[in-house]
């Protein structure tokens, strides 16, 4: 499954709930305002057992490259995104 978060701010419970039940056969993205999660999230996300993306546009708009270079979020090009929205079925988009 892919789960994509596109905003900065979700319930704590909610995001537990989706980060938390996501296996090593899912991957989760964060565009938009949900790059910001991995960095206010970045202990769920450290949790987190499926691979974690942001794309690079929306890091580089936000200065963040810096700050995630110790993340677990790995930062990919919106070509790669498009390659994992291939790849995993069924998508959830938060």
Excluded at 11 to 31: F, I, M, P
């Amino acid at each position: 499954m892919l789960y994509t978060f596109s905003q900065a701010h979700y319930s704590q419970t909610e995001l537990e709930h989706y980060l938390l039940n996501a296996t090593a056969q899912d991957a989760v993205v964060l565009w938009q305002d949900g790059v910001l999660l991995a960095l206010k999230q970045a202990d769920v996300l450290a949790r987190c057992h499926a691979s974690c993306f942001a794309l690079e546009n929306d890091i580089w708009a936000r200065n963040l490259t810096a700050l995630l270079t110790n993340s677990k979020v790995r930062s990919i090009s919106l070509a790669d995104f498009v390659a994992l929205s291939e790849q995993y079925f069924p998508q959830i988009a938060l």
